[in-house]
Structures are given as structure tokens and as C-alpha cells.
């Protein structure tokens, strides 16, 4: 590594030792840009040191009541990532799991995930620690509320845009909407995005994560000379992304063999497709169980294989669409023995530093990071953002246009630096260098 990026490195680990993932996900990306780092502008600036801490980070308490009258009190977060290239834009995460390293390592991979869309988005992230998993509704709705009581001062449709994560969906942002509109006396709209139709919502948002990392993936394939007709698909996970992966790749004639859940995998030989298998999906995960086992139950064709990850299975793509370091150095091994061909990151950071190592220096794969191929579902909200400031609604036709435009955009951005820097089949550092030139270049213009 550099000595510039390896002395940031290094000073970030002193001060933040006791978060793991922001580390990990800072440390990924320094290695990755490493070959573009010759420029001294670079230290001149301290620009690293800029690019790999928050601009600004907010923590809060939420207290809420339960529906017995019961007192809780959970912790929020805003991570204000950056802001050079456009207002901060990113996720909630409503999961017992969130800690202020989980969000700062996804405020800070949503930064250089939003710049390649060429939409004039900055980076961040944000959420809480409650468990949305057997809640009732009217629960939902208090700690919303109560969220946003906190959160509104910091954001606004030129400051700061939240939209969904894992644990926030329509609904959710929904009440948070409703309350910002409430505090703040005014309806404005592209406050938040993942709004519903009925109030400024943009068509194809719900299942634009997954179409955007199957269409990354179509022009990835393209232009390999290769199709994704027909190309069976591994995917892990069975929430959003996955089921939007599930039915974008249906439509383009390739097939999901594999989602999974924390209670193991379900094999479907005939596809993860149409209408019934597609709504079963969207059923298992209202129902706040966290099981996917009740899949093989419902459809004959489909095995469920308790407490095992999908990444055994030998399919052309495999594709990660559940959460951070979900796959390691054995799922690894096993994708690389089974000749899998391309390894396509649709969730954030979804392999361990080690496993991510194996896949990108394998010749024997085409690996493609979730900066890149997951920068879908924010590419439609920034498209939301754009309807909302004009009071438009564009057809799905033409949002699904901008949304395949925009991936194959990423995807030959990727590939050009790749080229460039003689990276072969590993897009995810290509990705990173020119996201990296876009973001720097922006803040070198805009001066110190
Ligand atoms: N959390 C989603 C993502 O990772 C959506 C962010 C957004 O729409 O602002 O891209």
C-alpha cells in the first residue's frame, strides 16, 4: 500500500480499533485505489483523510412506547458522509445489529456507490439498533415518529435525503415522512426518498436495487460476448434486493436457483420466478419470522437445506443480496471450485476481507462490487429527487430507460478503469479507482 493511504490507515485504526466493519470497508477500498494514489496532490491535500472519515455524524436516542404502555429506548444515527459531489443521500437501517460502525462503514461505501450514477448525489447513511421483527404496526408508527422528532433538524431535499435499508421498506418511510411534514409544516418531498406512489414516490423504486444489479449484470455479460439468457443464478437473502433480483432476472430469461435466510437455503430448480413464488417472497418477510424454510413447503420444486449458505451450489453467477460478511473464505473456496464465472456483490461489503482477497485475484472469475452492481435502488431516488423538484412523475417505462442507462453507465465506468490500470476481470477495484477521481477531483475543485 501506499505510505501516504497507509499512514491514514493507520491512524483510523488507532482511533476507531473498536469498530470492525467501518475498518474493514475503509481498508478494502485503500488497497483497491492503490494504483491510481500516485498523484501528490493527494497528501498535499490530506484529501484520504477527508474521503475515509464522516463530514459530519449525529447519535440520538429514541424513546418510544410499546403497545402494553411499556418504555423503550433505542440509540439512532446519521452519518453525513460527503457531500462533494451533492447533497448527502443514503439509507436507514432499522436492525439490532446497527452500531455506529455498521453505519459509518455504509455511509461511507454509499459515498463512492452513489457517485457513479451521474446523478448529483453526495454519500451517508443512518438508522437504529430497534428490532422491527414482531412489532405491531402501531409500534412501527410511534418509533418512526419518534425517530424523526430527532432526526429532522439535520436533513432537508438540499442538506441531507434518507430513503430505506434492511428494516425500512414503504411503510416506514412513510411515517417518517408524515412526521417530518408535521414538524416542519411543509410537504417537501424529496426530503425523503422510497416515498409510496400516492405521495411523490417515483415508479419501479420497490424493485429497483434488484433490476439495477441484474441489469449491471446483463451489460456485464454483454460485453463478455456472453448472454444472461439462461444463466443460473445464486442468490443470497430474501428481502429486497433479493426478490428484486429474483424478478428482474425472470423477466430477462435467466433463473434465481437459490434465496436463503438466517435458517438456511432454499434450492429451486425451476426459478425463484413468477407472480406466486415472487408474492411468497414478499409474504415471508412481512411476516417478521427471518425463516425461509417455508418456501419448500409451498413449492414441490424446491428443497430447503437447513443452517447452509447457497454458495455450495454450482450456478454461472453468484450473487450476495443479504448483509455484510456473509460469505467467507470457505463459501469462497467453494465458488471457485465450482467454476462459478461471475461473482456479483448486490449487498454491501457481503464478503470477509479474506473471501473478497480469494475472489478478486482469482483469474478464474469476473468479480463485480456492490458499489458498483448495488447502486440501483439509490440511482431511482435520485431519479425521485428529480420528480419531485420539477412536481413530475415519469412513466415506469422511462424510469426503467434511466435505470438501465445508468447500470450499464457503471458497469463500462468500472470497466474502463480496470483497463486502464491493467486490473483484468476485477471490476470492484475499478470501480473504486473512478468513483475515487470523480469524488476527489470534485473536492480538490471546490477547494479546502
Ligand atoms: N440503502 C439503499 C442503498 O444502499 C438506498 C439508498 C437510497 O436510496 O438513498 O443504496
Request: glycine share 12%; charged share 25%; net charge negative.
Amino acid at each position: 500500500m501506499n505510505l501516504y493511504a497507509e499512514r491514514v490507515m493507520s491512524q483510523l485504526t488507532e482511533l476507531y480499533f473498536h469498530e470492525p466493519e467501518y475498518l474493514q470497508s475503509v481498508r478494502a477500498w485503500l488497497e483497491m485505489i492503490d494504483p491510481a494514489l500516485d498523484d501528490p496532490r493527494y497528501e498535499k491535500l490530506d484529501l484520504l483523510t477527508r474521503m475515509v472519515e464522516p463530514e459530519r455524524m449525529v447519535s440520538f436516542l429514541v424513546p418510544w412506547t410499546d403497545d402494553a404502555g411499556a418504555a423503550h429506548t433505542n440509540h439512532g444515527w446519521r452519518v453525513q458522509f460527503s457531500s462533494a459531489i451533492g447533497p448527502y443521500k443514503g439509507g436507514l437501517r432499522f436492525h439490532p445489529g446497527v452500531n455506529a460502525s455498521v453505519v459509518k462503514f455504509l455511509g461511507f461505501e454509499q459515498t463512492y456507490k452513489n457517485a457513479l450514477t451521474g446523478l448529483p448525489i453526495g454519500g451517508a447513511s443512518g438508522g437504529s439498533d430497534f428490532d422491527p421483527r414482531g412489532k405491531s404496526d402501531r409500534e412501527i408508527m410511534r418509533f418512526c415518529q419518534s425517530f424523526m422528532n430527532a432526526l429532522y433538524r439535520y436533513i432537508g431535499a438540499d442538506t441531507d435525503v434518507p430513503a430505506g435499508d434492511i428494516g425500512v421498506g414503504a411503510r416506514e418511510i412513510g411515517y417518517l415522512y408524515g412526521q417530518y411534514k408535521r414538524i416542519c409544516g411543509r410537504a417537501e418531498s424529496s426530503a425523503l426518498t422510497g416515498k409510496g406512489l400516492t405521495y411523490g414516490g417515483s415508479r419501479i423504486r420497490q424493485e429497483a436495487a434488484g433490476a439495477g444489479a441484474v441489469y449491471f449484470l446483463e451489460r456485464m455479460l454483454e460485453q463478455q460476448g456472453d448472454s444472461i439468457r439462461g444463466k443460473r443464478i445464486a442468490v443470497s437473502g430474501f428481502g429486497n434486493m433479493a426478490w428484486g433480483v429474483c424478478k428482474k432476472a425472470g423477466e430477462l430469461g435467466a433463473k434465481v436457483v437459490t434465496v436463503s435466510g438466517p435458517d438456511g437455503y432454499i434450492y429451486d430448480e425451476d426459478g425463484v420466478s413468477g407472480a406466486e413464488k415472487l408474492d411468497c417472497l414478499l409474504e415471508l418477510r412481512a411476516g417478521g419470522a427471518d425463516r425461509v424454510a417455508a418456501y419448500a413447503e409451498r413449492f414441490p420444486s424446491a428443497q430447503f437445506f437447513a443452517g447452509k449458505k447457497p454458495w455450495e451450489q454450482a450456478v454461472d453467477v453468484a450473487m450476495p443480496c443479504a448483509t455484510q460478511n456473509e460469505l467467507g473464505v470457505d463459501d469462497a473456496v467453494r465458488i471457485l471450485a465450482n467454476d462459478v464465472k461471475y461473482y456479483v456483490e448486490a449487498a454491501n461489503m457481503p464478503a470477509t476481507a479474506e473471501a473478497l482477497k480469494l475472489l478478486r485475484l482469482s483469474p478464474k472469475i469476473m468479480t463485480a462490487g456492490s458499489k458498483a452492481a448495488g447502486s440501483g435502488g439509490v440511482a431511482v431516488s435520485a431519479l425521485e429527487m428529480a420528480q419531485n423538484s420539477v412536481r413530475y412523475s415519469w412513466s415506469r417505462q422511462e424510469v426503467d430507460e434511466k435505470l438501465r442507462g445508468i447500470m450499464s453507465g457503471i458497469y463500462d465506468a468500472s470497466a474502463a478503469a480496470a483497463e486502464e490500470f491493467g486490473l483484468g476481470c476485477d471490476l470492484i477495484a475499478g470501480n473504486d479507482i473512478a468513483a475515487f477521481r470523480k469524488i476527489s477531483e470534485a473536492m480538490i475543485a471546490q477547494g479546502l
